[in-house]
């Protein structure tokens, strides 16, 4: 059973471009949840998500920002128009439902934007 | 969401047992204490988490107080690799998203 993918490992975008950024759970997993760690800092939660559903998005900037678990296939945090202050690492993590077992993280992705 | 308190920073020397403190005085009766942590540029990564009775597993031991107001994660003998920030987050019965704070950064010695 692979863990959680996360892809690509390492992103570069320039100013302005869309940033699109995928997780795959493990699998049996329904539960997936968005973190964001900028340099030096802690780990910040942005959004939850099951399938096809946003849980909860109380960690989510107002703008540029959106995710999403389709029924199929990964899930998907979006960027728009990137800005400098994005950069960081960008965690995905999943769990199965109902329950309150260990969350498994995947390995994230490094956006960088020049 | 409850809230946990942890030192910032902890040291250790290699092979000695290691005691990470967590306070939780707010701890509802329907919240799980897990422990995380996260190594050098990875993920995060479990480690335990209990409700109110001492947990024992392959990588750890967790000590709550009766309480439940604090507990402790113990781990038995240092390694090198075991260098990292570790948290502890409370987590509600149903699951849901886990609260990362600013965790203990560990240190070990050789």
């Known amino acids: 059973n692979a863990g959680v993918m996360q892809n690509p490992r390492h992103l570069v975008r320039r100013r302005g471009q869309e940033a699109r950024l995928r997780c795959s759970p493990m699998?049996?997993?329904?539960?997936v949840y968005w973190y964001r760690q900028l340099p030096e800092e802690g780990l910040k939660f942005m959004v939850y998500l099951q399938k096809e559903n946003i849980i909860d998005e109380s960690g989510m900037p107002k703008e540029r920002f959106s995710a999403e678990f389709p029924k199929e296939g990964p899930s998907i945090l979006r960027i728009q128009q990137v800005v400098r202050g994005d950069s960081a690492a960008y965690f995905c993590?999943?769990?199965?439902?109902?329950?309150?077992?260990?969350?498994?993280f995947g390995q994230g992705t490094r956006l960088t934007v020049v | 969401d409850a809230k946990t308190t942890q030192p910032n920073s902890m040291e250790s020397n290699e092979e000695e047992p290691v005691h990470l403190p967590c306070n939780h005085s707010t701890i509802s009766g329907t919240d799980y204490i897990h422990w995380y942590r996260q190594l050098p540029s990875q993920g995060p990564e479990y480690v335990i988490h209990g409700l109110t009775s001492n947990v024992n597993n392959r990588m750890a031991s967790l000590a709550i107080a009766e309480d439940r107001k604090s507990s402790t994660l113990i781990l038995h003998r240092a390694t090198l690799r075991d260098a990292a920030v570790y948290y502890c987050i409370l987590r509600r019965n149903q699951g849901g998203k886990l609260i990362f704070g600013q965790g203990t950064e560990l240190s070990v010695k050789p």
């Open positions: 993590a999943s769990s199965p439902a109902g329950t309150v077992t260990e969350a498994f």
């Open positions: 699998k049996g997993h329904s539960h």
